[in-house]
């Protein structure tokens, strides 16, 4: 990461349905990532996910496609270790 700076959005998906949990920060995620890229254009945006949340939903058809399709920038953390476990750039 060059000059950049960093801005995370934590999603926790606790929800009763990942689908909803999923359309819900996809949304947020596209609309602060649009917002941020005005107001602080040096700054990259990433989407933190729960590793079991990456680790089952995440391998999907679906968001792997939406993943690749908006250029999603991931951070998968562990929630009862507090540990990032990955980035995916």
């Not at 934590?10 to 920060?25: C, D, M, Q, R, V």
């Not at 996910?49 to 968001?63: G, H, K």
Request: glycine share 4%; hydrophobic share 45%.
């Amino acid at each position: 990461m060059g000059d950049e700076l960093l801005s995370v959005e934590i999603k926790s998906f606790l929800g009763a349905s990942t689908i909803t949990e999923f359309h819900n920060a996809l949304g947020q995620f596209l609309n602060y990532r649009l917002a941020l890229s005005v107001k602080e254009p040096k700054y990259e945006l990433y989407l933190a996910v729960p590793a079991n949340t990456y680790n089952s939903f995440f391998q999907r058809q679906l968001p792997r496609m939406a993943v690749r399709e908006y250029n999603l920038k991931l951070i998968v953390y562990n929630a009862h270790k507090q540990e990032l476990v990955k980035w995916i750039n």
